[in-house]
T-cell receptor, first 113, second 112 residues
Framework: EPEVTQTPSHQVTQMGQEVILRCVPI?????FYWYRQILGQKVEFLVS????????KSEIFDDQFSVERPDGSNFTLKIRSTKLEDSAMYFC???????????FGPGTRLLVL | GNSVTQMEGPVTLSEEAFLTINCTYT??????LFWYVQYPGEGLQLLLK?????DKGSNKGFEATYRKETTSFHLEKGSVQVSDSAVYFC???????????FGTGTSLTVIP
């Protein structure tokens, strides 16, 4: 069964450094998403992406964040200058169509020191 | 706005016990409701869903009924197994956007 994959599974970085989190969505899906979960808190929506552009983003997704689909398979989340409060589990998801079931990857646990 | 409130955990049950995890929601528009499960070390997996009022979603012995009158989508299973130990997330999406709104998750541990 096709699945969403994410790399790395864990990342430790210093405050102020740039990080890129990578995702490979399910191949015939058209909509891509990033969510995050700070320890002990809700899973929060960051951004959705369709047709090579952002379709929706939350207040969390400020200028420090960017997303890209650099080729036909990868979908990346970049945090330009990490802050301590960016430490969280980051989930990528994809769906075949808008408002359909979203399929999630296993997550990348980011720790900013 | 849109939000999901989920029963707090952790929940510990003996094998073959009855499980209920409460979930209530507020939503604008017409929500679809979901339960996702996260097994240790894995991603969020869809467990079941319901897209309109009075629909019942079911999978692997779990079920939940979309109750518009009480704005609820409680998860139930008649007889839990050790393999059901996981974190369960209630979520919704609406026809006014494409993001999911999640509850905080409920950790379930089933002991033999």
């Amino acid at each position: 069964e096709p699945e969403v994959t994410q790399t790395p599974s864990h990342q430790v970085t210093q405050m102020g450094q740039e990080v890129i989190l990578r995702c490979v969505p399910i191949s015939n899906h058209l909509y891509f998403y990033w969510y995050r979960q700070i320890l002990g808190q809700k899973v929060e929506f960051l951004v959705s992406f369709y047709n090579n552009e952002i379709s929706e983003k939350s207040e969390i997704f400020d200028d420090q964040f960017s997303v890209e689909r650099p080729d036909g398979s990868n979908f990346t989340l970049k945090i330009r200058s990490t802050k301590l409060e960016d430490s969280a589990m980051y989930f990528c998801a994809s769906s075949r169509d808008n408002q359909e079931t979203q399929y999630f990857g296993p997550g990348t646990r980011l720790l900013v020191l | 706005g849109n939000s999901v409130t989920q029963m707090e955990g952790p929940v510990t049950l003996s094998e073959e016990a009855f499980l209920t995890i409460n979930c209530t929601y507020t939503a604008t528009g017409y929500p679809s409701l979901f339960w996702y499960v996260q097994y240790p070390g894995e991603g969020l997996q869809l467990l079941l869903k319901a897209t309109k009022a009075d629909d019942k979603g079911s999978n692997k012995g779990f079920e939940a009924t979309y109750r518009k009158e009480t704005t609820s989508f409680h998860l139930e299973k008649g007889s839990v197994q050790v393999s059901d130990s996981a974190v369960y997330f209630c979520a919704l999406t609406t026809n006014t956007g494409n993001q999911f709104y999640f509850g905080t998750g409920t950790s379930l541990t089933v002991i033999p």
